[in-house]
């Protein structure tokens, strides 16, 4: 090692190129303090000011407005402690730069000092903790519900079973409902949904209704929805769940008690078995969808050509062992876990833009002829992996994940959107 | 893992600045890195005995516990390991006091047990098995053989450590402090004992 | 294994001796010959110099990050705007899931080890660590298994289950590909480098520092590093288990995630996250100690309160232990669980909040320079705040049920991750890059550098709040811009990449002038930053052996404190020594005949046998015997195999005599 020049000398060289770039500095450091200020002020209003049907900080119900009550002082703490610290991090680098002072007094710290800058953060955290964990056990508490669902998750959508329990009668529920995509509940009530999965971890999730709860394989969870007023409400599954995650999705539709009396009215209907002979379009149609369909989605009142009835086995042909009912499947808005509308985009605006004492009757009327998308439900029957991403090699057993490509010709395809006209 | 075991059980000098005695705490290099990966090892069986307390109840197909386990012939297997411990102590005294014959007697003695024990475990398994517990056949025996496996070959890789310390000392090969090598596989071998006593007690005796 | 001995000496002279000495070898004693002092590639294959695997770890973890770097590229890219096709579904849960493998696994901790694996010995004055060939061991494993993992997507494909492979999805039935089995073994095999390497470095910490050092007078960085390795050795064996278990449902059909035979998968989860909280400190604190280096060197002024930080960075390490579950908020524990760790959650924010404080009040009356390292620190301290304070809203249980799963949280992790961990790097780059290769970074492509990547994460990952906050979740191949509105943000937040992207350039660029030039801004002086402790009390880059004396340490900060006295009348710090007067001092009191380990090929043989296993398990039966005799044979080689060559392995013998020493110099 060859000897150095003298070590003040390099040193004090330094100090002058770092003092010229510290010039340099000072403008990039104030845009960064504004920026961030900037940023915290647009996130705040962006995520308020935007009518965004996933929106977090938007809660429509009890629940979700016990956890915004409880987020809205946290982010408001957080943001005035960020801003603490940039403030003071910028006075530092202002006030403290190299100004060819004389080098600091080599302290370690003053523990005192630091003693009472721990306590600080611990009062905050502890304050809230105490709001934290009222509220945990506030939303855990499931026993004012006055309605029950079996919700159930399969990749990728999900089913609604709502059980004939002596609580569900009292709301007219005779016999179990099965649906799929979208939640139906009774405006201002606690339902209680019991959730579960068929196949792999999913969660469920309307987010102005509540916080999301986890459908384990399993495994039984209570996650409770309460509506303030009747509406159309969006949400998707949040627990990545295989190849179409991004296309399991769901609505809540909170209505009126009247408006829900008649739905479930309507839901218990069984559909009218056509005779073997009858050859109107939609006859023809019921038996295209018997020959091809019925594998796998149940449609209650179906017969075989022998009289039984028609049951749909889609354990034998599906991993999960489940497909959507399509009894009323044009009470419904969407189809294929709900991603796609049924209702073509004039309609559909017409539901999701409804006022909320409008919403329930336009929803009840369900999907009528002129209302129809029907381009991507024929698409759908034509090639459905094409539009959803789905396995499509069967597994040991050759069962399927999702709906195949079933080769249906063009006259089969019309004859069974003909038929599913009629399932309202 | 078995790596690492066989490198710090069988392990090389330290050297550096120090050598022995010289280290900062004047505790062994190779004796606090066996620590350490014994109370690796002690998270490691921690998750594994988790797993198996978790699922043993949960046999819808199959045999379940009482139905397999024979708890006399597991305690004798057991007494032969817990022997075993005691030999390997036998090994780490003789090898302290520098009588290098009788240390590698009791490290053969020490590995024969050790052997009777794997073997026992073998027997044991294809008797279950014969009754119809497979690895597959429900969640009990899944995490019955990877705990008691786990264990198994963590037995296996002793042997293997004391049977390599036995040909070395007889090719007079062994890297450094001979006694420190032979309480280092002595530390590793008590603590497989001492986990299956764990396991023995919480899989075998306590009843499901 | 008949290998051609490049003879060369083991012996470092005393300074002043002139060139090393040659040396050969009569006969290599062992079971095969061993390599005494290979030269060119083979002398980084078979070095156990911590230096040389330090800056491997470095070279090979930032190829890493370039690759992970491209995979969160292609996600931005198909996330620019609502309905994107750059990547089908399948292809981008692939590419979100080994982004994350990438750039947690193969990037940050071994770049962590990088720097661990260079200064821990040189900061606590020790001439390599405890274990070096465990050290080579370390490295080639954890390098095999890193191409063993992305292997997989030449093969069939990666895995596709997001990086915490939730069970059952990860299971067969729902990843038929070979994907997840690749994942599963290759991060078994890191796993076991990280292990065996912990457990090294933290004897190495443990046992090997220099006469004087206590415990609290040990750096703040290997204080941090020593954290670190004691949460490696107690998580990896809990992902151990997590991954035998994947392993063996997916390889030979055990129940172990079969729901229909009774199996819970919240096992995985609560396996997985007692491994993955450990590992989010395992991530972050290395990189606080990096700042905490830099910050009080800058700041000419010790660090503010240092034991309050060494004993907080401990504090979190054990607490650590205990919040787990608060990533499983929405996984239906009971109310009674999601209180204890919520609450438990809260208070781990106050050790990291001291850090905070700490730092800020290490500038408070300090005399700063704006260095690009001291800027990275800088910028650490705020962007690490942000996203720490984003982790206290979701410390909030059932504000987190609003949040997990949503791009809220992508936005948090990377606030902590690139603004905490990756900011802390990079001043560590710019800190040590004059230690490691007696080169100095260029300062104004170094700003560049620290303002694009500034300005390119807060533009990549702040919408990301927004986004999330808007209810689009993470995960999905497309947003639905009716359901989210959030088309405007998540431009923003793709354009920001080019940001980070023109960052990391300038850093490549960097170097690249940096090693090029000729011109003397590049060259540095013995102690470019006047610096506080023991890694720059010798040449730049260290010999061999580190250090020709091993210092005795006084203080904390001993380096400082040889340079400058306080006077005590007047309380003025002075300057009485340079770096110059001090290495010249170290040079007269040259040790002699210091024996260093010697180069071995044992561990790159065993390492090898690893990945062989892994394909056994995934292809044939057969060559998991084949890989299980590589490592036995190479196992019991190296155990023959002594740490240090014997002197009789020279020719002529090299003895411990100055005598010889003179002899071999003639």
């Known amino acids: 090692m060859s000897p150095l020049p003298d070590m003040n000398h390099e040193d004090h060289t330094m100090n002058d190129h770092e003092e010229a770039s510290v010039s340099r500095n000072v403008r990039p450091w104030r845009r960064a303090v504004k920026a961030a200020g900037l940023l915290a002020g647009v996130a705040f209003l962006a995520s308020c000011a935007r009518n965004s049907p996933q929106d977090t900080w938007k809660p429509k119900g009890e629940n979700a407005q016990k956890i915004d009550d409880l987020q809205r002082p946290v982010f408001l703490v957080a943001g005035i402690v960020g801003l603490i610290v940039v403030i003071a991090v910028s006075y530092a680098i202002f006030r403290f730069r190299d100004r060819g002072q004389a080098i600091p007094k080599q302290t370690h710290g003053k523990p005192a000092l630091e003693i009472v800058l721990t306590i600080i953060p611990f009062v905050i955290l502890a304050t809230i903790g105490v709001f934290t964990a009222r509220s945990i056990i506030d939303l855990a508490d499931t026993d004012g519900c006055e309605m029950t669902v079996n919700v159930t998750g399969q990749q990728w959508w999900w089913e609604y079973d709502y059980p004939a329990t002596p609580a569900n009668q009292k709301w007219g529920i005779e016999k179990p409902i099965v649906t799929s995509g979208e939640l139906v509940i009774p405006v201002g009530t606690c339902v209680l949904l019991r959730q579960t999965s068929r196949d792999v971890i999913h969660s469920y999730w309307i987010p102005a209704l509540n916080g999301k709860k986890d459908a384990v394989p399993g495994r039984v969870h209570e996650n409770k929805l309460h509506a303030d007023e009747p509406g159309y409400y969006s949400g998707q599954c949040t627990e990545f769940c295989g190849l179409s995650h991004a296309n399991m999705r769901q609505w809540a539709i909170a209505l009126s008690a009247e408006d829900f009396a008649k739905w479930v009215e309507d839901q218990q209907r069984d559909v009218v078995a056509y005779a073997e002979d009858d050859t109107s379009p939609e006859a023809e149609g019921y038996r295209a969808f018997r020959q091809n369909c019925s594998r796998c989605h149940q449609v209650n009142g179906m017969k075989n050509a022998d009289g039984t009835p028609t049951i749909a086995a889609p354990e034998n042909n599906i991993v999960a062992g489940a497909a959507p009912n399509l009894t009323h499947i044009m009470s419904r808005s969407r189809f294929a876990g709900a991603t796609y509308q049924l209702l073509n985009d004039k309609c559909n605006e017409r539901l999701i833009k409804a006022a909320s004492d409008q919403v329930g009757a336009i929803y009840l009327e369900g999907v009528d002829p002129d209302c129809l998308n029907r381009k991507d439900l024929e698409q759908w029957l034509r090639n459905s992996p094409e539009m959803k991403p789905m396995y499509v090699k069967p597994d040991e057993q050759g069962r399927l994940r999702g709906m195949p490509n079933l080769g249906l010709s063009e006259d089969q395809i019309d004859s069974i959107v003909t038929y599913l006209q009629t399932l309202k | ?208 | ?666």
């Open chain 2, 1 to 208: 893992m078995t790596t690492a075991v066989a490198d710090h059980g069988v392990g090389h000098d330290d050297h550096g600045h120090g050598g022995h005695g010289h280290t900062s705490t004047g505790l062994s290099n190779n004796k606090l890195a066996m620590w350490l990966f014994l109370g690796s090892e002690c998270l490691l069986f921690g998750g594994l005995i988790s797993t198996y307390m978790l699922y043993r109840g949960r046999h819808p197909k199959g045999p379940g516990p009482d139905q397999v386990f024979s708890i006399p012939f597991t305690s004798v297997s057991s007494f032969v390991l817990l022997m075993s411990s005691l030999t390997m102590v036998l090994a780490v005294s003789s090898a302290q006091a520098k009588d290098m014959q009788r240390t590698k007697l009791w490290l053969t003695v020490t590995a024969l047990l050790g052997a009777t024990f794997v073997g026992g475990q073998v027997f044991e398994f294809t008797e279950f098995y014969r009754k119809g517990l497979g690895f597959t056949t429900s969640l009990f025996g899944s995490s019955f053989y990877t705990l008691t496996g786990f264990h198994g070959v963590h037995v296996t890789v002793g042997i293997i450590m004391l049977m390599a310390l036995v040909g070395m000392m007889k090719a007079n090969r062994v890297p450094g402090d001979k006694s420190e090598v032979v309480e280092l596989v002595g530390l590793y071998w008590h603590f497989v004992d001492v986990v299956w006593i764990l396991i023995f007690t919480l899989v075998y005796l306590i009843p499901a």
């Open chain 3, 1 to 666: 294994m008949a290998i051609v001995e490049q003879p060369r000496t083991d012996i470092a002279l005393p300074a002043g001796a002139g060139a090393p000495a040659v040396i050969t070898p009569k006969e290599a004693k062992g079971m095969f010959a061993r390599p005494v002092q290979p030269e060119g590639w083979r002398d980084w294959l078979f070095t156990v110099d911590h230096k040389k695997i330090g800056i491997m770890y470095g070279v090979a973890s930032f190829v890493f990050f370039i690759i992970g770097g491209i995979e969160a590229g292609l996600i931005r890219l198909q996330l620019a705007a609502p309905n994107g096709k750059v990547l089908s579904a399948d292809q981008y849960n692939q590419m979100f899931t080994m982004h994350a493998t990438t750039m947690v696994f193969l990037f940050v901790m071994p770049m962590a080890s990088a720097f661990a694996n260079y200064f821990v010995p040189l900061q606590i004055g020790a001439r390599d660590v405890a274990f070096p060939r465990i050290n080579a061991f370390g490295l080639w494993t954890w390098l095999l298994g890193a191409i063993f993992v992305n292997l997989s997507w030449f093969l069939g494909g990666s895995a596709d289950g997001g990086w915490f492979m939730y069970a059952p999805n990860s299971t067969r039935m729902f990843s038929p590909t070979n994907g997840v089995d690749f994942w599963a073994l290759g991060l078994q095999i890191t796993g076991i480098a990280s292990l065996t390497s912990a457990i090294n470095l933290i004897v190495t910490c443990i046992n090997m520092r220099a006469p004087g050092m206590s415990l609290f007078k040990m750096p703040i960085f290997t204080w941090m590093i020593m954290v670190v390795q004691f949460l490696l050795v107690f998580a990896m064996p809990v992902i151990t288990v997590a991954l035998f278990l994947l392993s063996f449902s997916r390889s030979f059909g055990g129940a172990f995630f079969d729901v229909k035979q009774g199996a819970d998968p919240l096992l995985w989860q609560h396996l997985f996250w007692i491994f993955g909280h450990p590992e989010v400190y395992i991530l972050i604190l290395p990189s606080f100690g990096i700042v905490s280096e830099v910050l009080p060197v800058f700041s000419r002024k010790p660090l503010f309160g240092y034991k309050f930080v060494a004993i907080s960075g401990a504090a979190i390490g054990f607490v650590g232990w205990g919040v787990w579950a608060h990533h499983m908020f929405a996984s239906g524990l009971g109310p009674i669980s999601v209180l204890v760790f919520s609450m438990a959650t809260m208070m781990i924010a106050v050790p990291t909040g001291v850090k905070i404080i700490n730092w800020t009040m290490t500038m408070w009356g300090g005399k700063l320079t704006f260095t690009t390292a001291m800027l990275f620190s800088i910028g650490l301290i705020v962007e690490f705040t942000i996203g720490g304070l984003s982790g206290v809203t979701h410390a909030v249980a059932p504000s987190d049920t609003q949040q997990t799963d949503t791009y809220y949280i992508v936005a948090h992790f990377h606030y902590v991750l690139f603004g905490g961990a990756i900011f802390g790097l990079f001043a560590g780059f710019y800190y040590w890059w004059p230690k490691m290769f007696n080169r100095k970074l260029d300062e104004r492509w170094g700003k560049a550098n620290f303002w694009l990547m500034v300005i390119g994460m807060n533009m990549t990952f702040g919408p990301m709040h927004i986004i999330g906050l808007q209810g689009q979740p993470r995960r999905m191949y497309q947003f639905d811009e009716a359901n989210v509105h959030t088309r405007f943000w998540n431009a923003v937040s793709s354009i920001g990449v080019i940001f980070l992207t023109l960052g990391i350039l300038a850093f490549i660029v960097n170097i690249v002038i940096t090693h090029r030039s000729k011109h003397p801004r590049y060259q540095t002086t013995l102690d470019p930053w006047d610096a506080r402790s023991l890694e720059w009390m010798t040449t730049n880059p260290p010999k061999a052996h580190n250090f020709d004396a091993i210092p005795t340490v006084h203080e904390l900060d001993e380096f400082f404190h040889r340079k400058y006295a306080e006077d005590h009348a007047t309380g003025e710090i002075r300057q009485v020594a340079t770096a110059e007067d001090i290495m010249a001092e170290q040079e007269a009191h040259a040790e002699k005949n210091i024996h260093l380990p010697s180069p071995s090929y044992w561990p790159l043989v065993v390492s090898f046998s690893l990945p062989i296993i892994g394909f056994g398990v995934i292809y044939n039966h057969i060559l998991i015997a084949v890989g299980g005799v590589v490592a036995i044979l190479g196992i019991f080689g190296w155990c023959m195999e002594p740490s240090v060559a014997p002197a009789e392995d020279y020719e002529p013998p090299a003895a411990p005599t100055d005598g010889a020493t003179k002899e071999l110099t003639a």
